[in-house]
């Protein structure tokens, strides 16, 4: 595959692009819609599970992404498109996936939506640290004059001032945000996946031409995340239900932020864009799959918690 594919810039215009800001925008505010201040009171009686999933989220995926990185030593623009995968916030649909699976819901939802908001901070910092450490992703993250503060601006902005409103709402006008945030996630999630679905679409040929490895390497990478989440949760002796939360908080990322990161600091960089929008595709695959076995196999205590609930 040699370095060509770092020379590769995907075609995403101006138009498309603001489009994927503002879609992504109002996911962050159809979610927050759905959130209220018992959400987090009630993740915050079991601060243990609650501190294991961020820890793993944010700390431990990166690492172990890196570690990867080197095992495979893939292009470094393919490369850093794993470690900005990797440094991405929750996607919300694990929440989705983890309620399916009969995991703790509650948990999912704590875990996602303060993995978003310490992602302001955790994304960019992760980038730059991880990158840093390896001498080829560094000179060509330099090429590009990241600015972590101003990518921590533009974050701020995509995901804090969306939620910081959504949330806003539906404490104010809990009746409106109960009416509206059901399809407004459906209509948002189907546009976000038809904008990763268009931009792997309008660069066909390129995606094609480093397809194979690209596909395997996000497999093993998913498949790393959501194992990791699990073997970490259970080392740490939380129960099944916690286990399965923390498997799809790690595993399953907001590949729509990674998206806007490649095309707003990245110049649409080809390794990284591909990797994204492809894992963007993938961990629904992935996803669904798991929480399918794992609602044929309940955890200890499922039945009892569903009884309490209804």
């Known amino acids: 595959m040699g370095d060509s594919i770092d020379l590769v810039r995907l075609n995403f215009n101006p138009q498309a692009q603001l489009g994927l800001n503002l879609v992504l925008a109002l996911v962050m505010f159809g979610i927050a819609l759905d959130l209220k201040v018992a959400d987090f009171k009630a993740a915050l009686r079991t601060p243990r599970a609650l501190a294991i999933g961020l820890v793993s989220h944010h700390l431990l995926f990166p690492a172990f992404t890196f570690v990867l990185v080197l095992l495979v030593r893939p292009a470094p623009s393919i490369g850093l498109g794993m470690l900005l995968v990797a440094s991405c916030p929750a996607g919300h649909i694990s929440n989705f996936f983890t309620h399916r699976a009969l995991g703790n819901t509650e948990l999912s939802v704590s875990i996602s939506t303060l993995s978003m908001l310490t992602s302001i901070v955790m994304t960019p910092l992760n980038v730059s640290f991880w990158a840093s450490q390896d001498a080829q992703m560094s000179a060509l993250l330099r090429s590009f004059s990241l600015d972590p503060v ?5 974050i701020a ?40 679905v268009g931009a792997l679409a309008s660069n066909w040929a390129i995606f094609r031409e480093y397809a194979r490895f690209v596909v395997f390497v996000v497999l093993i990478h998913n498949a790393l995340a959501l194992a990791g989440g699990y073997g970490f949760a259970r080392l740490a002796g939380l129960v099944e239900r916690d286990r399965r939360s923390v498997a799809f908080e790690t595993g399953i990322q907001n590949s729509g932020l990674g998206l806007v990161l490649v095309f707003n600091f990245f110049d649409g960089l080809g390794g990284m864009a591909i990797v994204t929008a492809w894992w963007g595709v993938w961990h629904i695959v992935a996803g669904m799959s798991l929480s399918t076995y794992w609602m044929k196999h309940p955890p200890a205590g499922a039945a009892q918690v569903v009884a309490q609930k209804s």
């Open 150 to 154: 101003h990518m921590l601006g533009d």
């Open 157 to 196: 902005m995509l995901l804090g001032i969306p939620l910081a409103l959504g949330m806003f709402i539906a404490n104010r006008f809990p009746a409106f945000a109960q009416k509206v945030h059901g399809p407004m996630r459906m209509f948002s999630l189907i546009v976000l996946v038809g904008f990763v």
